[in-house]
C-alpha cells in the first residue's frame, strides 16, 4: 500500500513510519518539524520506499500534490500541546483545524480509500462519569482540546455528507521512546529526564489529577487493527486502558523504577489554568469491533520506556538541542 503519514516525524508518527517503511509499504512522511525531528526518522532516509517531505498541512496545494497517489493517509500533523495551545490558539487553531480540513477535502477530491485521524481523549474535558465512552460530552476547556473536537466533528461531517471512510481515533495518553522530554514534551518523558539527571518531577496542583496511559506499542497496534478494519466505521473510537493512574503516583512510580527512592520526593507548584481533572477510557468499541487490547501494563510499559531512555534518550537530546 501507499501511506501518507502527516506529523510522521513526531513521536507517534515516526513509529508508524519505521513500522510501515519496514515492511515495505511505500511510506511518504509529511512534517513541517515544529515539533518532530528529523533524527526520528533519519534511519529510515536509506529505503528507497521511503519518502521524507518538508511541508506543511496548512498548504492545500501541497497535501493535495503529496496526496495524490497514495491510499491510505494517516493525519496526525497537529500544535499536540496543551499550554502552547494557551500562547499560541491561533496556530494551533490552523494546524489542527484547518490542516484537518484541508487532508479531509484532498482526500474527498482525490477519492482517497481511507483517512486515520488521530483525535484525543483531551476532547472530552474533565471526566462527568468514568470510565469515559465515546458518548461522553465533548468539554475541552483549553484551545488544543476545542481544535481537536472542531477537527474530530470535521471528519464525522465528511462521512455523513460524503460517504467517506474517515476512522476517528480518540487516543488517552501515549508514552514511549522519542516522546519529547524538554518543554512542550510528554509527562513521562519529562519526568524520567529530571529523574534520572537527580531532579525532583514537579507536579502541577496536588497532583491528584488523573490519567490513563497507553505504551506507544499499543498505540501502533491500534493504528494497525484500524488500518486491516475492511468495513467502514464513522463513529469515534477510543483507545486507552482503563486504569486510571494519578500524576503524583505516576511520579512515584518513576521514582522507584529508575532507583532514586529516598533520594528525592515530587515538588508541588501552581496548578495549571483549566487543567482537564480525570480521564479513563472505556475501550469497548476498540475491543470489540478491531479486536484491540492493549498489551502493556503501566509498569511494564515504563520499564521498557526506562530502559530506551538509558541508553538513548540524553543521548537522543542532545543531538537535537
Ligand atoms: N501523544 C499523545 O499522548 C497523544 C494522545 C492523543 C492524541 N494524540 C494526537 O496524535 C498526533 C501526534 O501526536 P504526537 O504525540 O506524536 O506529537 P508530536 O508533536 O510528536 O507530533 C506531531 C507532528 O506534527 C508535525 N506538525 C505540526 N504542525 C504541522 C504542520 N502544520 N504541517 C506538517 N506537520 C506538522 C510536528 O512537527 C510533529 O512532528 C497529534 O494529532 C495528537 O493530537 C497524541
Request: charged fraction near 25%; glycine fraction near 8%.
Amino acid at each position: 500500500m501507499k501511506l501518507l503519514i502527516t506529523g510522521g516525524a513526531g513521536f507517534i508518527g515516526s513509529h508508524l513510519c519505521e513500522k510501515y517503511t519496514k515492511e515495505g509499504h511505500g511510506v511518504i512522511c509529511l512534517d513541517n518539524f515544529l515539533s518532530g525531528n528529523l533524527l526520528n526518522v533519519r534511519h529510515l532516509l536509506d529505503y528507497r520506499n521511503f519518502k521524507l517531505i518538508k511541508g506543511d498541512v496548512r498548504d492545500f496545494n501541497l497535501v493535495e500534490k503529496v496526496m495524490s497517489d497514495v491510499d491510505v493517509v494517516f493525519h496526525l500533523a497537529a500544535q499536540i500541546h496543551v499550554d502552547r495551545s494557551y500562547i499560541e490558539p491561533q496556530l494551533t487553531y490552523d494546524v489542527n483545524v484547518a490542516g484537518t480540513q484541508n487532508v479531509l477535502q484532498a482526500a474527498k477530491m482525490l477519492d482517497i480509500k481511507k483517512v486515520i485521524y488521530a483525535s484525543t481523549s483531551e476532547v472530552y474535558g474533565s471526566a462527568q462519569y468514568v470510565p469515559i465512552d465515546e458518548k461522553h460530552p465533548l468539554n475541552a476547556p483549553h484551545p488544543y482540546g476545542a481544535s481537536k473536537i472542531a477537527a474530530d466533528r470535521m471528519c464525522y461531517a465528511y462521512t455523513q455528507t460524503y460517504g467517506m471512510n474517515v476512522f476517528i481515533l480518540r487516543f488517552f495518553n501515549i508514552f514511549g521512546p522519542r516522546q519529547r522530554d524538554l518543554g512542550y514534551g510528554g509527562v513521562i518523558s519529562i519526568f524520567t529526564r529530571r529523574i534520572l539527571s537527580n531532579m525532583p518531577p514537579i507536579l502541577y496542583g496536588n497532583g491528584l489529577q488523573t490519567r490513563d496511559y497507553t505504551y506507544i506499542k499499543d498505540a501502533v497496534k491500534a493504528y494497525d487493527c484500524v488500518l486491516k478494519y475492511d468495513k467502514p466505521y464513522t463513529e469515534p473510537i477510543n483507545f486507552g486502558t482503563g486504569h486510571e493512574v494519578s500524576i503524583i503516583d505516576l511520579a512515584n512510580k518513576i521514582i522507584d523504577l529508575c532507583g532514586k527512592r529516598g533520594s528525592m520526593e515530587p515538588v508541588n507548584v501552581e496548578p495549571r489554568i483549566g487543567e482537564v481533572k480525570r480521564l479513563i477510557a472505556r475501550a469497548d468499541t476498540a475491543r470489540e469491533l478491531l479486536g484491540w487490547e492493549p498489551s502493556y501494563v503501566l509498569e511494564n510499559g515504563l520499564t521498557d520506556f526506562i530502559d530506551w531512555y538509558k541508553k538513548y534518550g540524553f543521548e537522543e537530546r542532545l543531538r537535537m538541542e
